[in-house]
């Protein structure tokens, strides 16, 4: 995580730096369009892209972050480990599960959404590209 924050505040502050460097080449050229402007300012551009590829890897990591923190927590909530934690409410009654068939489930789910995505028909789907086989003794998975 230390990374990515430091890759993201040195792109600002390359970004801030080469957006001074442009102020600074139009004072002194008094407004004028130079060769000193040109190149501040494509410099500016460059920094400003640079700056924008850091958000976006910064932004991909955080959403990273969330999905696994929320599969650890649904995880957990699933298979009741949960219910012996000091502090924490007592289960909703539902009867745990095993986390290797949460998981099953989950990639389902994620291909699913994926297929929708991409304009495809989800009722109508294989699951051969899912790299977990179902569990037969479920008889959801076997119709499928």
Known sequence: MDNHVD?????????????????EAKESSEGQKTAAT?????NFKQRWELFRVACDQAEEFVESVKQRIGSECLVDEATG????KPGQAATSGLPPISAVRLEQMSKAVRWLVIELQ???TAGGSSHSH?????DARFSEDAAQ
């Open 38 to 42: 040109d190149a501040a300012l494509e």
């Open 118 to 120: 991409h304009g495809g």
């Open 81 to 84: 480990s949960v219910a012996g």
């Open 130 to 134: 899912s790299s977990a086989p179902f």
């Open 7 to 23: 890759s993201l505040n040195n792109a600002y502050e390359e970004f801030v730096a080469a957006a001074a460097n442009v102020l």
